[in-house]
């Protein structure tokens, strides 16, 4: 069996970017950003998710279809995630619920 063979240099230069991934991570839980934490730390995971694929797992080593077979996995996780927001964010939820006393006396009211 006769495959690409990654020098041992990139290897530990993916291993490094990990580690600084990982610490700048936690380095962003800690800072207060308001509404861009989540993106900030999605942003940094898709980074990683990427080295790790790339690199760890010979994607970019690999041949065409392999790579069209990750990229349709990707697709169709972002199809799921999209349809259950859009289920989530189309509900109406009400602010807030009844307390049994109130819920006793709308449903049951003497006549």
Do not use: C, Q
């Not at 530990?12 to 700048?24: E, I, S």
């Not at 199809?79 to 859009?86: G, P, Q, R, W």
Request: hydrophobic share 60%.
């Amino acid at each position: 069996m006769s495959g690409h063979v990654v020098p041992v240099k990139t290897y530990v230069f993916v291993f490094l970017a990990l580690m600084v991934l990982t610490g700048l991570t936690t380095g962003v839980a800690f800072i207060d950003l308001h509404a861009w934490n989540t993106p900030a730390a999605l942003a940094i995971a898709v980074v990683k998710m990427l080295l790790v694929v790339l690199f760890f797992m010979h994607v970019k080593y690999s041949p065409k279809l392999t790579k069209m077979v990750v990229v349709a996995g990707f697709f169709f996780l972002s199809l799921l995630v999209a349809f259950t927001l859009a289920d989530e964010l189309t509900r109406n939820w009400s602010p807030r619920a009844l307390d049994w006393s109130t819920a006793a006396s709308v449903t049951h009211s003497p006549r």
